[in-house]
């Protein structure tokens, strides 16, 4: 059975580090390209970023709001999703989700997400 | 790259059939077969109900369908349920290697 249980959320202050990991199992991860989604309370869902499987070639895509801030980095040794989120901002607050990615924009299995408040 | 449009809300009885729209722009939606829609109810993450604009995942019922024209993608859920209501979201690939969601459409069972 897929699992993806994400981990490392919690308060953190305007402009500080956090980062995040998701750990999977049951299927092959390394072969899986990967996303973060978040969503901000009782708000939609937000695409965040992706990254390619290693034998794709690894690339890393992000959106907008964060692309500069965040990146998105992968442990295939230890079946791991990581995010390292930086200058964090208070409309950072969410709940983020990892998913696998099936051709560039299918997201098939998610994690039950960890929650990320950003706040002074 | 700007969200997706959803109607914000749309109801139906049970037994009934509802249709939600997602517009967005030849960059997106248009442009490529790479449409998904995903159910989510309160406090759960979501789930894939539909992807490349008219496809099923196992184990999701045929009840559910989806369809595109132009710009437009639009999900379609016949004899509705009450474990039917949730909100729901579309998602396309865009020309710029990125991912793009909808706003979310709230589905009432009455």
């Known amino acids: 059975e897929v699992q993806l249980v994400e981990s490392g959320g919690g308060l953190v202050k305007p402009g500080g580090p956090l980062r995040l990991s998701c750990a999977a199992s049951?299927?092959?991860?390394?072969?899986?390209?990967m996303n973060w989604v978040r969503q901000a309370p009782g708000k939609g869902l937000e695409w965040v970023g992706r990254?390619?499987?290693?034998?794709?070639?690894?690339?890393?895509d992000y959106a907008a709001p964060v692309k500069g801030r965040f990146t998105i980095s992968r442990d295939d040794s230890k079946n791991t999703l990581y995010l390292q989120m930086n200058s964090l901002k208070t409309e950072d607050t969410a709940v983020y989700f990892c998913?696998?990615?099936?051709?560039?924009?299918?997201?098939?299995?998610w994690g039950q997400g960890t929650l990320v408040t950003v706040s002074s | 790259q700007s969200a997706l449009t959803q109607t914000a809300s749309v109801s139906g009885s049970p037994g009934q059939s509802i249709t939600i729209s997602c517009t967005g722009t030849?960059?997106?939606?248009?442009?490529?077969?790479?449409v998904s829609w995903y159910q989510q109810h309160p406090g759960k993450a979501p789930k894939l109900m539909i992807y490349?604009?008219?496809k099923r995942p196992s184990g999701v019922s045929n009840r559910f369908s989806g369809s595109k024209s132009g710009n437009t993608a639009s999900l379609t859920i016949s004899g509705l349920q009450a474990e039917d209501e949730a909100d729901y979201y579309c998602?396309?690939?865009?020309?710029?290697?990125?991912?793009?969601f909808g706003g979310g459409t709230k589905l009432t069972v009455l």
């Open positions: 998913t696998t990615v099936l051709r560039w924009a299918t997201l098939p299995r």
């Open positions: 049951g299927f092959t991860f390394s072969n899986a390209w």
């Open positions: 990254i390619k499987s290693k034998t794709d070639g690894g690339a890393t």
């Open positions: 030849s960059s997106d939606v248009g442009g490529y077969n790479y």
């Open positions: 490349d604009v008219t």
């Open positions: 998602s396309s690939y865009t020309s710029s290697s990125t991912l793009v």
